[in-house]
């Protein structure tokens, strides 16, 4: 379902665009991904809405199926895109499990600041981004993805969850939509 309205204090956050994860094999181009994110993030800033940008400093623990390497990261690996253009105004969240809100002050932060609705966009579609999208709906937010503004890395799973997965927890829409939105508001 494409964005109905946004509420008079949404806020934007973009997960895990970062050098790290940035460098790895995706299915959507991560150049378009990271250009249309830092697009959202301009406007939302325009419009003095909250920028939450979100980076992994560690992996979850417990065991999965899939083998995880157990290693040092690289000393720029958590280092957000310079293309995000971090301000000061902008809300980090430093998180260690695959989604935003558990175990960090992202909950508190955008009640803090009356925020209703969030607009997610990042990496991975279906590993933070949807975490993220799961607490933010079981929390009472209305969530609206950014599905040009997302990838993961894998294609299939990528359409899955955009066509299957996240009309359960709120609505998709063109980054060009959400920016349209933003642009008829005072």
Known sequence: MPLAELDPIAALIVIDLQRGIVAMPTAQPIADVVQRSAELARAFRRHNLPVVLVNVTAAAPGRTDIRRAVRDFPPDWTELVPELDRQPTDHLVSKQRVGAF???????????????????????TTAGVESTARSAADLGYH????????????AENHRHAIEKIFPRFGQCDSTSAILDALNKRA
């Open 102 to 124: 558990l175990g960090t002050d992202l909950d508190a932060y955008l009640r803090s600041r009356g925020v209703t609705q969030v607009i997610l966009a990042g990496v991975a």
């Open 143 to 154: 969530v609206v993805f950014a599905a040009d503004a997302m990838t993961d890395m894998s």
